[in-house]
């Protein structure tokens, strides 16, 4: 018995071709914005991140300078914070002193006498415990402090009279990959003044 064409089954050569080529596509398609997710998302991730190591930052220098006081009450000049402690004639560091962790007289627990400068893309510390600069945030593009009176105004002699220091505006920005904006954060405290 003799097949006719119209009895055949199945899918001719030019049926197969064509499907295999909207298949490449659909499949080219669909890696490529699998891809593309994948990259933002480790973008975004490592924004995030460098937005929470500013964050905490933040958080810890802030207080560190709201808490920042003298324990001398037979100084009348006390210092308590050291606005350009590496003399660079740039408040992109800060030295805070504070008898706070418990109060007992001395400057010797933790975060009690601590230097912050920005280094190499990295927030680092140092406490006097310390051998060497203890890196505190990854991914920091810069730190800077403006310093103002009691009142808010500005400060012309800080470096002279840190003592009248009686505000505190710090910014912190992050460093992020490219084709992401950068982040900064900002924060403005008054300095406590304990007696």
Do not use: H
């Not at 080219?28 to 593309?36: A, G, H, I, K, N």
């Not at 490592?46 to 560190?64: E, N, P, Y």
């Not at 230097?115 to 730190?143: C, M, Y």
Request: with cysteine; proline share 5%.
């Amino acid at each position: 018995m003799a097949m006719t064409p119209s009895s055949e089954r199945g899918l001719t050569m030019v049926e197969l071709l064509v499907s295999s080529a909207v298949m490449v596509v659909v499949l080219l398609m669909t890696t490529s914005v699998m891809v593309s997710s994948s990259r933002m998302f480790g973008q975004q991730r490592a924004a995030l991140d460098a937005r929470d190591t500013a964050g905490a930052a933040m958080d810890l220098i802030t207080r560190l300078l709201r808490q920042s006081s003298c324990i001398s009450d037979t100084d009348v000049y006390c210092q308590a914070i050291f606005p350009d402690p590496d003399n660079n004639g740039t408040f992109d560091s800060v030295r805070v002193r504070s008898d706070w962790n418990p109060r007992d007289g001395a400057y010797d627990d933790p975060y009690e006498d601590v230097l912050f400068v920005v280094a190499n893309g990295s927030l680092w510390k140092r406490e006097p415990t310390d051998a060497a600069l203890v890196s505190f945030g990854p991914r920091v593009q810069s730190i800077a402090f403006a310093y103002t009176n009691q009142n808010g105004g500005p400060l012309a002699n800080v470096l002279t009279r840190p003592d009248l220091i009686g505000g505190v505006n710090v910014t912190i920005t992050s460093i992020n990959d490219i084709g992401m904006p950068v982040t900064t954060s900002s924060g403005t405290i008054s300095v406590r003044r304990i007696k």
